[in-house]
């Protein structure tokens, strides 16, 4: 099995680093390259959906960011303890009608010992929103690290 580090136990630097490397990821809409950051018996819990396993994690992100046009999302670092890490995200999207959305959430990730997420617990919530209130704006995939981040946006 591959190493995904940073591994736990986290410290404040590389649980900050991990959450990163899943925006980076998540940016790139990539359901294939994303899935391999959890492991083969991985359990989700997302609104109403209860993913268990690479396979249906990455059929669960197929058909997502399939719905989700100009997908763009910021994760931030809420607290981390050993081999777990709770955050905070927004994200945008527009849906096939053109109207945006932005959504708003918190996650509970744990990892095993190679660095793969053993668990990710999903809470979401959304509105729409006009053109005129999106904030996140960069082309596709990763967030420019110039580009403000959620405190920053007030968000």
């Given amino acids: 099995m591959t190493e995904r580090p940073p591994l736990p136990p986290f410290t404040f630097e590389t649980a900050t680093q991990k959450v990163r490397l899943a925006e980076d990821g998540w940016n790139s809409r990539d359901s294939d390259k994303v899935s391999l950051a959890y ?8 609104r109403v959906e209860f993913p268990v396993g690479r396979e249906e994690v990455r059929a669960f992100l197929a058909r997502k960011w399939a719905r989700e046009h100009a997908y763009r999302l910021v ?9 777990r890490i709770a955050v905070r995200y927004a ?8 109207q945006w959305f932005r959504a708003y959430g918190n996650e509970n990730w744990e990892f095993d010992p190679m660095g793969l997420m053993t668990a ?6 959304e509105t729409p929103i006009g053109p005129e209130e999106r904030k996140l704006h960069w082309p596709l ?15």
């Fill in 39 to 46: 492991s083969p018996d991985t359990r989700w819990r997302n």
């Fill in 75 to 83: 994760k931030e670092l809420w607290a981390f303890d050993g081999a």
């Fill in 91 to 98: 994200y945008e999207y527009r849906d096939d009608s053109h």
């Fill in 120 to 125: 990710r617990h999903a809470s979401i919530n």
């Fill in 141 to 155: 995939g990763r967030r420019p690290g110039d580009h403000p981040g959620l405190s920053e946006l007030g968000l």
